[in-house]
């Protein structure tokens, strides 16, 4: 099994169950929607998203992880949209209250600050960067 679509269904029931700050609530609504979505004429898919949000727990998660891998292994597109709304899901999730998450992906070369507020300078071996 994809351990990416594990983690995924396991992590929304998770944050089925948990308080989460506006953004991230926001957040998981849209993917949740999106989903519903997607498997809008497929009873038992619906079925299986349904239950995940009326009766969280562990034993929901892997049902939908099953339902997620087959269903990016059908339609890789599906795949790479379910993913890039998950990060953002998670990203909002981990932002918490004050609305601030760092995140880098992908190839990076060359120095990298994650900050929220800089007062000062920044340096990287003598470049300086003033804000």
Known sequence: MDPFMVTAATTLVAWTTTELAQ??????????????????REPEA??????LLHQPSQ???H????????????????GAEFQARWEWANAAV???PDGVANSISGDVSG????????????SFGGDSVRH
């Open 46 to 51: 619906r079925q299986v998203i349904e239950g």
């Open 111 to 122: 120095p990298v600050v994650q900050a929220r507020d800089i007062h000062g300078g920044v």
């Open 94 to 96: 981990a932002a918490g």
């Open 63 to 78: 049902p939908l992880a099953v339902l997620l891998e087959r269903e990016a292994r059908r339609d890789p597109a599906f």
């Open 23 to 40: 953004g991230g609530r926001q957040a998981v609504s849209a993917l949740v929607d999106f989903l519903r979505d997607r498997f809008r």
């Open 59 to 61: 034993d929901a998660a």
